[in-house]
């Protein structure tokens, strides 16, 4: 059960940074969510929808036209490259943040469910950063093919590879944590 609060609260954490980093460079942001499936609970605004879904594996900051060519200057894809990676790798410094307030925590309290929150959030983060497909860390690569072979066709070709793909790669990365903390548990590294 601690397990799968703090994942929620790290999930929430990372999506947070995600949405911050968008609002602050004024990138339209569609739906902001915990968990993946139908929603159970909704709030909308004007611009954004704040849900939290059944299956909390992971979740999503859908950014507006985050993988389509338009000229809308509220799109992802029309902000300046550095503002892109910013917003990409928000989540992740969020993460990072976290598992060094987790830490402090600890050092502080000596409860050690601070350093084993901290330990998630960190390799959650981490993981982000790898550079595959629908994952933090791929965004920077293709904003760089962006600039070699135009947005229009960049966009095009990354929906068309792997659009469909994206959700289950973010799941496939949460659903490694608990293997991860099974290696760790065996190897008695804690």
């Avoid at 397990?3 to 990138?27: P, R, T």
Wanted: hydrophobic share 45%; net charge positive; proline share 3%.
């Amino acid at each position: 059960m601690i397990l799968l609060c703090s994942l929620v609260i790290i999930i929430f954490l990372h999506e947070l940074g995600h949405l911050l980093a968008a609002k602050l460079f004024k990138c339209g942001v569609k739906t902001f969510s915990v968990g993946f499936g139908k929603p159970l609970f909704i709030f909308k605004t004007k611009k954004t929808n704040y849900q939290i879904a059944p299956i909390l594996l992971g979740g999503f900051c859908e950014l507006q036209d985050e993988l389509k060519y338009t000229r809308s200057k509220y799109s992802f894809t029309n902000k300046t490259y550095i503002q892109k990676v910013i917003i990409s790798y928000a989540g992740i410094g969020m993460n990072c943040w976290s598992a060094l307030a987790a830490y402090g925590l600890y050092l502080l309290t000596g409860n050690l469910m601070f350093f084993m929150f901290g330990f998630y959030s960190l390799t959650i983060g981490l993981s982000n950063a790898l550079p595959i497909p629908a994952l933090d860390g791929s965004y920077p690569i293709a904003f760089l093919f962006e600039k070699k072979y135009g947005k229009r066709k960049c966009y095009e070709k990354i929906q068309s590879l792997f659009g469909k793909w994206f959700k289950w790669i973010m799941i496939l990365n949460i659903l490694s944590l608990p293997y991860l903390v099974w290696i760790i548990y065996k190897g008695q590294i804690l």
